[in-house]
T-cell receptor
């Protein structure tokens, strides 16, 4: 069964900490994405990557960075966590434009 | 960012009833996806529609893509409590590295 695996289901971090969210896919997909999901705001794109070492900003990149050193792994980094980054973070990969996303199970991050 | 509007936002029905969820945009999409998401989990792809006017069936779920590829509907026949969840539509463009625009979702509750 093809999978996108997010390293943590739940995380609690302190304000100002540097936070790493890891995502691995086993489908050899070129494109990977990081979204955050908040009640009333839907899914908002933070960053995406269409190749190793390539990245593009999404709609809300401020306060985040990403790393894609290997095709299967796409990491989201919160440089200095803040309480307004408390959210559900979803990683996804895609085979091609018309195939739909495969999502991970999500990481529920709480910043205190 | 192009908008995808879903309606209704919330839907609470009794087991056995039928329902329709709508997804509308002013944009033309190369494809449109429907996802179902359960609490605490990532969205799971239900279907992709590509051709204008296309109709796809998945057991009791019927998906339709509008002729102009700007809108879509999801119809559920004889809803069951297991259909409870958040239903998301997402539109994709061929030339956008697989990036999709998501609707805000429809929260469906099916009471036994």
């Amino acid at each position: 069964d093809v999978k996108v695996t997010q390293s943590s289901r739940y995380l609690v971090k302190r304000t100002g900490e540097k936070v790493f969210l890891e995502c691995v896919q086993d489908m050899d997909h070129e494109n990977m994405f990081w979204y955050r999901q908040d009640p009333g705001l839907g899914l908002r794109l933070i960053y995406f990557s269409y190749d190793v070492k390539m990245k593009e900003k999404g709609d809300i990149p401020e306060g985040y960075s990403v790393s894609r050193e290997k095709k299967e792994r796409f990491s989201l980094i919160l440089e200095s966590a803040s309480t307004n980054q408390t959210s559900m973070y979803l990683c996804a990969s895609i085979r091609g434009s018309n195939y739909g996303y495969t999502f991970g199970s999500g990481t529920r991050l709480t910043v205190v | 960012t192009q908008l995808l509007e879903q309606s209704p936002q919330f839907l609470s029905i009794q087991e056995g009833e039928n329902l329709t969820v709508y997804c509308n945009s002013s944009s033309v999409f190369s494809s449109l996806q429907w996802y179902r998401q359960e609490p605490g989990e990532g969205p799971v792809l239900l279907v992709t529609v590509v051709t204008g006017g296309e109709v796809k069936k998945l057991k009791r779920l019927t998906f339709q893509f509008g002729d102009a590829r700007k809108d879509s509907s999801l119809h559920i026949t004889a809803a069951q409590p297991g259909d409870t969840g958040l239903y998301l539509c997402a539109g994709a463009y061929d030339t956008n590295a697989g990036k999709s625009t998501f609707g805000d979702g429809t929260t469906l509750t099916v009471k036994p």
